[in-house]
């Protein structure tokens, strides 16, 4: 960072910064005139002292780049008017942040003494210096927000199965506690039907995994389309899915399942028919929660179901 020259003896016109925009009188230019002007080359970063500053940008472009709560780095690109350091000032603090020229730049460099007269003497500063307070208020709001929906986008792809769409283990791990929880306490039935699609290793060792994981997804499209807006469906590991039923008892749970079993069977995986296996079929375990169980009883009563399903011959539903 090289001193070049003083604010009163610079090409630049104070009207042109922000902090006195409205707020130009003989006093504040008498002020200024022998603050510092400063000129960092690109890429040069500015290294604050003990004491806070406030910097403006006459012009170039400085970048600060703040780390956040979650550990990376934002940054900011401060345009010619634009100023830096407001709340170190104000917090009369050192400025932590990194601010780093991003092309040839120059700064006008104000002594927190220097600002705070000014902001005593003139109101006009001090308005100024809040609405420039409030525009990072709002920028960071609007940063936080947008990172706030970024994680809830990652956090709902964390808990989806990347291949079929359906929920995942992860979801069902969290979920289903709750929705047994739930059930008892409105008194209310909470079904859960196992789906383990039929020979589905001979498939892939016939067709190939491209086409396995085609049968997978259609399989997933299936389950989910049959299913109620208030039915969740899961891909539990493998060619193995769960359709979670709440507010169904046994007999409704039935009829999902066999329209489910029935939509398996009919679905064309691949529609060239001089190729074996154009279809999938499924066996279904059905439960129905009890009073005595939880959410681990109740999966446990699903797939001892299916295995009951697969041991009858396949393609069919026990519960």
Same mark, same amino acid.
């Given at each position: 960072?090289?001193?070049?020259?003083s604010f009163g003896a610079s090409r630049y016109d104070i009207h042109d910064l922000e902090l006195f925009r409205d707020a130009v009188t003989p006093a504040v230019t008498r002020a200024?005139?022998?603050?510092?002007?400063?000129?960092?080359?690109?890429?040069?970063?500015?290294?604050?002292?003990?004491?806070?500053?406030?910097?403006?940008?006459?012009?170039?472009?400085?970048?600060?780049?703040?780390?956040?709560?979650?550990?990376?780095?934002?940054?900011?690109?401060?345009?010619?008017?634009?100023?830096?350091?407001?709340?170190?000032?104000?917090?009369?603090?050192?400025?932590?942040?990194?601010?780093?020229?991003?092309?040839?730049?120059?700064?006008?460099?104000?002594?927190?003494?220097?600002?705070?007269?000014?902001?005593?003497?003139?109101?006009?500063?001090?308005?100024?210096?809040?609405?420039?307070?409030?525009?990072?208020?709002?920028?960071?709001?609007?940063?936080?927000?947008?990172?706030?929906?970024?994680?809830?986008?990652?956090?709902?792809?964390?808990?989806?199965?990347?291949?079929?769409?359906?929920?995942?283990?992860?979801?069902?791990?969290?979920?289903?506690?709750?929705?047994?929880?739930?059930?008892?306490?409105?008194?209310?039935?909470?079904?859960?039907?196992?789906?383990?699609?039929?020979?589905?290793?001979?498939?892939?060792?016939?067709?190939?995994?491209?086409?396995?994981?085609?049968?997978?997804?259609?399989?997933?499209?299936?389950?989910?389309?049959?299913?109620?807006?208030?039915?969740?469906?899961?891909?539990?590991?493998?060619?193995?899915?769960?359709?979670?039923?709440? /507010?169904?008892?046994?007999?409704?749970?039935?009829?999902?399942?066999?329209?489910?079993?029935?939509?398996?069977?009919?679905?064309?995986?691949?529609?060239?028919?001089?190729?074996?296996?154009?279809?999938?079929?499924?066996?279904?375990?059905?439960?129905?929660?009890?009073?005595?169980?939880?959410?681990?009883?109740?999966?446990?009563?699903?797939?001892?179901?299916?295995?009951?399903?697969?041991?009858?011959?396949? /393609?069919?539903?026990?519960?």
């Amino acid at each position: 960072m090289d001193l070049i020259d003083s604010f009163g003896a610079s090409r630049y016109d104070i009207h042109d910064l922000e902090l006195f925009r409205d707020a130009v009188t003989p006093a504040v230019t008498r002020a200024l005139a022998p603050c510092k002007v400063v000129r960092l080359t690109k890429g040069e970063q500015l290294q604050d002292s003990v004491r806070a500053h406030l910097y403006i940008v006459l012009s170039g472009a400085l970048g600060v780049a703040a780390e956040t709560a979650m550990g990376d780095a934002t940054v900011e690109r401060i345009a010619p008017g634009g100023s830096v350091g407001e709340q170190s000032v104000l917090d009369d603090a050192a400025n932590l942040d990194t601010m780093t020229a991003l092309e040839d730049t120059e700064l006008l460099v104000i002594d927190a003494d220097l600002l705070w007269q000014l902001i005593d003497e003139h109101n006009g500063i001090a308005r100024n210096l809040l609405r420039l307070l409030s525009f990072g208020i709002r920028k960071a709001n609007a940063m936080l927000r947008r990172r706030q929906k970024l994680g809830e986008f990652y956090r709902q792809l964390s808990l989806n199965d990347g291949l079929t769409g359906l929920y995942n283990r992860a979801w069902l791990a969290d979920m289903l506690p709750k929705l047994v929880m739930r059930a008892r306490k409105d008194t209310t039935p909470l079904s859960l039907v196992m789906i383990d699609l039929d020979h589905f290793k001979r498939f892939n060792d016939t067709h190939g995994h491209i086409l396995g994981d085609h049968a997978l997804v259609t399989a997933a499209g299936v389950i989910k389309d049959a299913l109620r807006p208030s039915d969740f469906a899961v891909r539990y590991g493998g060619e193995e899915m769960m359709a979670i039923l709440p /507010n169904t008892g046994a007999q409704a749970a039935m009829l999902v399942a066999e329209r489910l079993c029935s939509r398996l069977r009919d679905a064309t995986v691949f529609t060239d028919m001089r190729l074996p296996l154009p279809h999938v079929t499924g066996s279904f375990g059905l439960a129905t929660l009890t009073p005595e169980q939880d959410e681990l009883a109740l999966i446990a009563a699903a797939d001892a179901a299916l295995y009951r399903a697969k041991q009858a011959g396949r /393609n069919r539903i026990c519960s």
